[in-house]
C-alpha cells in the first residue's frame, strides 16, 4: 500500500502530505515569513518531499501531534522538493527535518522521537522555555558556552590535535553552534560535568560553526555532537560517537565506564620511601595499605599469593581510582603504629584517606572474599573510620625493595667444643 501511495504521488505530481482538513497548516515561500518567520508563536514545521518513505510514515503521527496542540503550537508543513527555496534557506539536506520556530533567533532542530507523543513532548517544552525567558526579562546569550564554566576546555582547529589527539587522557568533545537551542540547554549540565570529572576525564567544547576544519574532519551535521576520545594513543579511526543520555549523571556515568574500560589496574606498590608512597596515595580519594608479614615469615610463593590478590581486587575496583600499596612487617613501623596494624597479626590491612587524615582497619579475613566486602562496604559508606595518630603522614622509612626472591634464614655460628677444658665439678 505505501508503494502504491508512493507511485501515486509519483504519478500524480508534488501534493502536498496533509489533507485541506488537517490541522497541519500547509506553508509555502508567499506565507511562510508572514505565518512563522514574523510570527510570536512557536511553530513546529516539517519539512517534507512527497516521495519519501520516512516522511509518509510520519503524517499519521505528525496528524495527531497537529490536533493535540490545536491553540498551543502552531504545526506546519513545507513542501521542500516543490519549494526548494525554503529547504535551502533553511539548510534542509534530507527528509524529514522536523525545526522549531520562535524560541530562539533561529530555528532549532528537532531531535526527538518521530511520535506523536515525542513532538508534544517537545513543543510543550519550547513553548514553557520561551515563557521562562519571557518572565526573566531577557534572552540568554547567544554564546552558549558560559564562561564560567572553567573546566570546560575551549578548543579550536589550531590546538585541538595538541590538546586533544595528543594527550593521554579520555576526552569528551562538544561541538556546538552559539544559536543552536539544544546547546544553550546542554552548556550548564556540560560545565557540571567537567567540574565533577575533574582530574579524571577532559570535557572539551569547540565551536563548529568557526572551527570548520574540525567540523568537516569529524563529520558535524547537527548540534551538539559529543565525541568520545579514548585515553592513550589516539587515531582518527578510533572516535566515537557519545550515544548517552545528555544529563549531567549520565554524562558522568557514562565517562566513568569509558574509563574504567581503558585504565589499566594500579600498581600495587612496596613502600619504600616516602616520595613513592606519596605517588601512589597523595593525589587519590583512597590509599588501601597492606602489611605483608617479614619474608622469613613468608617466603616468596607465600607472598606472592597475597601481592596477586591485592592485584586481582585492585582490578576489580579500578575505577574507583584508589592507589594501593604494602610494606614488609616491621619495615615500616610508623605506619604500623599510625594505622594500629599488627595487633592481630599478619598480614593486615587499612584504607586511608589522606586528605581528612582518617583510616579504616580491616578486621575480618585477608582473602578476596574478605577484603573485597570490606572494600564494598567502604565504598557504599558504611564502616567505621578512625583519626590517623598526628596531624600528618607518618614518617617513611628508607628500604631496600624486594627482589622477589626467598630468603635465607640467618646461619648460626658453629661453636667447636673440643678445645674447651671441663673440670669435674664443672659437669653436668
Known sequence: MQALLG?????????????????????????????????????????????????????AEYDKAATALKG????????????????????????????IFGV??????????????????????????????????????GDSKSKDSKDVVELTDENFEKLVMNSDDLWLVEFYAP??????????????????????????????????????????????????????KKSFDSVQEYDGDRTSSDIVSWALEKL?????????????????????????????VSVLPHILDCQSDCRNQYLKTLNNLGEKYKQKMWG????????????????????????????????KMKYSLLKGSFSYDGINEFLRDLSYGRGGTAPLKGSQLPEILETTPWDGKDAEPPQEEEIDLSDINLDEKDEL
Do not use: M
Not at 184 to 204: D, F, Q, Y
Open 324 to 355: 594501593w600499596v604494602w610494606a614488609e612487617a616491621g619495615a615500616q613501623p610508623h605506619i604500623e603504629e599510625a594505622l594500629e596494624i599488627g595487633g592481630f597479626g599478619y598480614p593486615a590491612l587499612a584504607v586511608v584517606n589522606i586528605k
Open 72 to 99: 498551543v503550537v502552531k504545526v506546519g508543513a513545507v513542501n521542500a522538493d516543490e519549494h526548494k527555496s525554503l529547504g535551502s534557506k533553511y539548510g534542509i539536506q534530507g527528509f524529514p527535518t522536523l525545526k
Open 7 to 59: 507511485l501515486l504521488i509519483l504519478v500524480t505530481g508534488s501534493h502536498c502530505l496533509y489533507s485541506s482538513n488537517s490541522d497541519v497548516i500547509d506553508l509555502r515561500p508567499n506565507n511562510f515569513d508572514s505565518l512563522v518567520s514574523n510570527s510570536d508563536n512557536v511553530w513546529i514545521v516539517e519539512f517534507y518531499a512527497p516521495w519519501c518513505g520516512h516522511c509518509q510514515q510520519l503524517t
Open 104 to 141: 530562539d533567533n533561529k530555528p532549532e532542530d528537532y531531535n526527538g522521537p518521530r511520535t506523536a507523543a515525542g513532538i508534544v513532548d517537545t513543543a510543550i517544552n519550547a513553548v514553557s522555555k520561551k515563557a521562562r525567558r519571557a518572565l526573566g526579562g531577557k534572552k540568554s546569550s
Open 179 to 232: 544559536w543552536c537551542g539544544h546547546c544553550k540547554n546542554l552548556a550548564p549540565i556540560w560545565a557540571s560535568a567537567a567540574t565533577e570529572l575533574k582530574g579524571k576525564v577532559k570535557l572539551g567544547a569547540i565551536d563548529a560553526t568557526i572551527n570548520g576544519v574540525k567540523a568537516s574532519q569529524y563529520k558535524i551535521k547537527g548540534y551538539p555532537t559529543i565525541k568520545y576520545f579514548a585515553p592513550g
Open 260 to 288: 574504567a574500560e581503558n585504565i589499566p589496574a594500579p600498581e600495587v606498590a612496596q613502600i619504600v620511601n616516602e616520595k613513592n608512597l606519596r605517588d601512589a596515595c597523595e593525589d587519590k580519594p583512597l590509599c588501601v
